[in-house]
């Protein structure tokens, strides 16, 4: 049976915009789970205020939602003052109580109503013919209750989320009809278009690529920090320094808990939580704790909500409960096993290369395009390049990867756009060269050219060598994602930097250009063989 749910409310302050976005995530969100559940939405009066509704007035902008069922989505059919609005909303409301009062609704959802303005003649049909009702909104809920309306479950709005109120809403209604219904714990978009979101294992979504590269502009913005205090007269800023590397390993596990348990604001806070009490145990120890606070929050929350927990209590429980747990486990248990395992990584590093630094830099220099092309980059030496930066905010790696990445795709970016095989090339590289100058990254525009020619591919990868030769005969470390003329300002080796980085800008340049200077010449004469 395929029951039809009203769904009546409204709300305020940063959930409205003109452009009616922030009020359809709600929506949105509560359909995924209604649809997950087998109910369809059969009424929809919301309305969305400008600022809280406890401090609204007739002249707040508002804007009112309907059901549309041609278009099988949330409409907006009013826009104006509040007060506006509200008479608008009560023609509406009017026709949501025929609605019940016809046997179309089988159950409602409510959202901070006004059981005695806006919604009272849906409140009224709904004690009426006992329909079952869930919600939030303490005040409003109370009132509700009052009126004789069978309240199946409700709680405040205090400390809810989107996902965390649309759970509860149907939890409750499933149950009461016992009906089977698997909480959608993803995006809202990507569930309702795939309909697994339900089926999805927080193991599944255990991604360390991910998790570092959202991480990546923290320590970025680390790098960056120690560049300006060496500065004359900003030498204060070491202090913000020293407390950026304490703070980035929360960053890491708020992210990795948010990525693993795709419950947003309460998995963020489950990650702080747990990266607050594992930051002794490092980088390695931090992405351990947040996983585990994903993890188990993903698993927690579910509980919380077959348990009727007020929708409230949910997110307190599950956000700081699973932090405290996954946070607590690696404090007294991992943190000392992951901040060795973190040490000897580092240590590992600094003694290959101080057996042989130029040799060390020759063979990182040489392998980094093979790994990048090869998926190896991102999974295997971009976490390295992290753990290096965890306490000096520079690399070894990280500096190879400026000069035998970053430098070597713009010199053959650049080499296309002065001597093109042909004129379209030219138009295809320049983009790529200002991004890798201005940027510090996509160094994925040289591909075309090294894909198409050989020997611009071994140019390529050469070009490295001599970069990563020369990172190891200074004594290089930086970093790559920032501008290129910040590269060298962040590494502990300004002048060694910099001389890397126009080494290999130049040899790739040139081979690149008198590569293609052949070919152009070669495909005149007609003989071309390349």
């Known amino acids: 049976?395929?029951?039809?749910?009203?769904?009546?409310?409204?709300?305020?302050?940063?959930?409205?915009?003109?452009?009616?976005?922030?009020?359809?995530?709600?929506?949105?969100?509560?359909?995924?789970?209604?649809?997950s559940a087998g109910l369809s939405c059969g009424a929809l009066q919301f309305i969305a205020a400008g600022v809280s509704m406890d401090a609204a007035k007739e002249t707040t902008p508002a804007a009112l939602y309907s059901w549309s069922s041609s278009q099988g989505a949330p409409v907006i059919i009013a826009e104006g003052t509040l007060q506006q609005v509200n008479q608008a909303a009560e023609r509406l409301d009017r026709e949501i109580a025929e609605q019940i009062e016809l046997g179309e609704i089988d159950g409602v959802i409510v959202m901070s109503a006004d059981p005695e303005g806006s919604n009272r003649h849906a409140v009224e049909a709904c004690a009426k013919y006992k329909l079952p009702v869930t919600g939030t909104g303490g005040t409003s809920m109370a009132m509700i209750q009052a009126k004789g309306v069978h309240v199946i479950a409700a709680s405040g709005t205090t400390g809810t989320t989107n996902r965390t109120r649309a759970v509860t809403f149907v939890t409750s209604l499933s149950k009461h009809w016992r009906i089977p219904y698997r909480p959608v714990i993803g995006t809202a978009q990507a569930s309702s278009s795939s309909g697994s979101g339900s089926s999805a294992s927080p193991w599944r979504r255990i991604n360390i690529r991910g998790m570092m590269m959202a991480s990546l502009p923290g320590f970025i913005g680390m790098a960056l920090v120690l560049a300006v205090s060496k500065i004359p007269g900003l030498s204060a800023l070491s202090e913000v320094f020293d407390l950026m590397i304490k703070a980035l390993p929360v960053i890491l596990a708020a992210i990795a808990a948010k990525q693993v348990s795709e419950l947003d604001e309460v998995s963020i806070v489950a990650g702080i939580v747990a990266g607050i009490l594992s930051v002794e145990g490092g980088i390695i120890g931090v992405i351990i704790g947040g996983i585990g606070a994903g993890i188990i929050v993903h698993y927690l929350f579910r509980k919380c909500v077959e348990w009727r927990f007020p929708a409230t209590t949910v997110n307190i429980v599950a956000g700081g409960i699973s932090g405290l747990i996954a946070g607590l486990i690696v404090y007294f248990l991992i943190a000392p096993i992951a901040l060795s395992a973190g040490e000897g990584i580092r240590t590992l590093i600094e003694t290959l290369v101080s057996w042989s630094p130029v040799m060390a830099g020759l063979i990182a220099g040489l392998l980094i395009w093979p790994a990048i092309i090869g998926g190896v980059y991102h999974a295997a030496?971009?976490?390295?390049?992290?753990?290096?930066?965890?306490?000096?905010?520079?690399?070894?790696l990280g500096a190879v990867d400026m000069v035998g990445l970053v430098m070597v795709s713009a010199g053959i970016t650049l080499a296309n756009m002065i001597a093109p095989r042909d004129k379209g090339e030219a138009a295809v590289a320049a983009p790529g060269f200002a991004m890798n100058m201005g940027f510090g990254t996509f160094v994925e525009a040289a591909y075309p050219f090294m894909f198409s020619n050989k020997l611009v591919f071994a140019g390529a990868i050469a070009s490295a060598g001599l970069g990563g030769m020369l990172v190891g005969l200074f004594g290089v470390r930086g970093t790559a994602y920032v501008p290129s003329f910040v590269g060298p300002i962040t590494s502990n080796n300004t002048f060694g930097f910099l001389i890397s980085m126009l080494a290999s800008l130049l040899c790739s340049f040139l081979i690149t250009f008198f590569v293609?200077?052949?070919?152009?010449?070669?495909?005149a004469k007609g003989t071309i063989g390349m």
């Open 1 to 35: 049976m395929n029951r039809q749910i009203a769904i009546i409310g409204s709300s305020g302050g940063n959930l409205y915009n003109l452009g009616g976005k922030e009020p359809r995530k709600l929506l949105d969100e509560i359909l995924v789970q209604m649809e």
């Open 381 to 396: 030496i971009l976490p390295i390049v992290l753990l290096e930066m965890e306490t000096t905010s520079n690399s070894f």
């Open 516 to 523: 293609n200077k052949m070919y152009v010449y070669r495909s």
